[in-house]
Every structure is written in C-alpha cells, then in structure tokens.
C-alpha cells in the first residue's frame, strides 16, 4: 500500500519582503532568521509540524508535511499571520499555492526476496537507471513515462519523490510493480 511520508507546497507573494522586519513581527512557535547562517525566515507553527521558508522575494515554500491535510492547514496558517501583518494590504500571490512534491514509500513484496539490484537495473534499462552499490544501497531509477523518480532497494521498498498528484503516484507505482513481477515471471521460465 502505497503511503505518503512527505509533502512539500509553496507559491511567491506578489512583493519582496523585508525579512529584518518580517521575523521580528511574525509570531508563531519557532521563528529562525539569522541571513549570516540562511537567508531565509524559518517558522513553525509547531514545533513539530512543518517549516514555511520564507524568502525576500516573496517566494515561499512548506516542507515536511506528513499529509496533504497537514500542508494545506499550514498554508491557511500562513495566510491568516499574513493577514495579521499586513492587515488590508495582504499580498496577493503570482503563483498562488501549490503541491509542489509528494514523496511516497511502498513495500513491493517480491517471490525471491532480497531483490536482485544488478538484473533489475538491466531490466529497467541502463539509460533510466543510476546504480552505484559501492555508492548508494538503492537504485535510481525514472521511468520514461513518470515525472517522478524512483529509489529502489534490495529489501522491497520503494521511494518516489517528484509527483505533485495521487493519481500520477498510484499509476507509477502500479507500473513499477507490474515490471517487477515482469522481470520475476522472466527469471522463473
């Protein structure tokens, strides 16, 4: 079954911000500004939840949303400390708000488990694949036909970041497992 772990949202302001001022103004639960060390405003509404990074010009991002729920209540925190700020003068948005990246995980439970890396890389296709064992316990993998792209490790889990909708995910996992049980049935015969 096919889980969200992470999800990451943003947008741009229709102004710069003069970040000086900004943090010293905005209230939440933590508020990091320090332009030596980053050179944007980090905010959490909880100290738990997820960061809005905030930037001079306007842009601003959230990550590390357990949930699509998460992410959109966070933004809707930040427009009401928006509208807070700047009271009838609350900057619109060029962009608006987005879902800018998903990052799902998935067991695939294989007939032969642990998965064989080096013939599954083959299988997928030299030109869709990075693999570097000595470098990196997974394959990289991206399917031609999928925005996002795929790690692959030998136990059966399996990573996709770079997908913005459900529906674009659950057809690239299902892809996936169909070429997986492909590469299995071929090795069996």
Known sequence: MVELASAVGGGKLDRELDLDELAL???AEEVRYNPEDYHGIILRFDTEGPAVIIYRSGAF???GAPSLDVLHNTFDLFEDLLSDLFGDDVPGYEVGFEVRNLVLVEEYKSPDPPLNLSSLSIYLGMENVEYEPEQFPGIFYRPEDS???FLIFGTGK??????????TARQSFERLRGELDELYRQSVT
């Open 147 to 149: 925005p996002g792209l």
């Open 25 to 27: 103004d905005i209230e």
């Open 61 to 63: 991002s959230i990550s």
């Open 158 to 167: 399996l990573v996709l970041t770079g997908v913005r909708d459900w529906d």
